[in-house]
């Protein structure tokens, strides 16, 4: 099974700052990776697909980087709305693994 | 309007079953692979099951093989997780999801229905 190392496990920023996610795969996972955001008590909600596109209706101050086993979620000038948890998962291979998430919080 | 709303929830004592429907409206469903995503409380996602879009292929992890059967039927829009000899691991919100095309991602989400195993 790929195994999904996801930091840090919580962030606390200011309105207004960038933060960034990061998300390790145990292998390759060729851009085979989604980050999922979730407000309290919600569903989680598609952002990025194919570690970089961005998904439908997401606001452009999220984006996704990297390759191989290295990706990251940017969040720029953080919004109170952006107050949430985030996953990323892996879709390159079955089982289908998901990060362990990252709790951000307004400071 | 994709949705996706879930039914079937609730407590069961350990050992018995539960079938859990998600009905889909809004997308051409039969083109679509579908899974379901769980939640325990207070805790991340985990991925149980996925089918293809006629329902010949099934993938499941493994701490549910053998004892979660995914099936859908495309002439009703529905998904079903058929659950047997629960544990209480498995306690969770269970989310119904719509794979994006051509790829296991996962782009509308249900509102989750709770899963609670309790003598």
């Known amino acids: 099974d790929i195994q999904m190392t996801q930091s840090p496990a919580s962030l606390s920023a200011s309105l207004g700052e960038t933060v960034t996610i990061e998300c390790r795969a145990s292998e390759d996972i060729y851009n085979g990776l989604a980050w999922y955001q979730q407000k309290p008590g919600k569903s989680p909600q598609l952002l990025i697909y194919?570690?970089?596109s961005l998904h439908t209706g997401v606001p452009s101050r999220f984006s996704g980087s990297g390759s191989g086993t290295q990706y990251s979620l940017k969040i720029n000038s953080l919004q109170s709305e952006d107050v949430a948890s985030y996953f990323c998962q892996q879709y390159y291979n079955y089982p289908l693994t998901f990060g362990s998430g990252t709790k951000l919080e307004i400071k | 309007e994709v949705q996706l709303v879930e039914s079937g929830g609730g407590l069961v004592q350990p050992g018995r079953s539960l079938k859990l429907s998600c009905a889909a409206s809004g997308f051409t469903y039969s083109n679509y692979v579908m899974a379901w995503v769980r939640q325990a409380p207070t805790k991340g996602l985990e991925w149980v099951a996925s089918?293809?879009?006629?329902?010949?292929?099934?993938y499941y992890r493994d701490s549910v093989k053998g004892r979660f059967t995914i099936s859908r039927d495309n002439a009703k829009n529905t998904l079903y997780l058929q659950i047997d000899s629960l544990r209480s691991e498995d306690t969770a919100t269970y989310y119904c999801?719509?794979?994006?095309?051509?790829?296991?991602?996962?782009?509308?989400w249900g509102q989750g229905v709770m899963v609670t195993v309790s003598s």
């Open positions: 999801a719509k794979g994006q095309l051509r790829r296991a991602s996962f782009d509308y």
């Open positions: 089918i293809s879009t006629g329902g010949g292929n099934t």
């Open positions: 194919n570690a970089n």
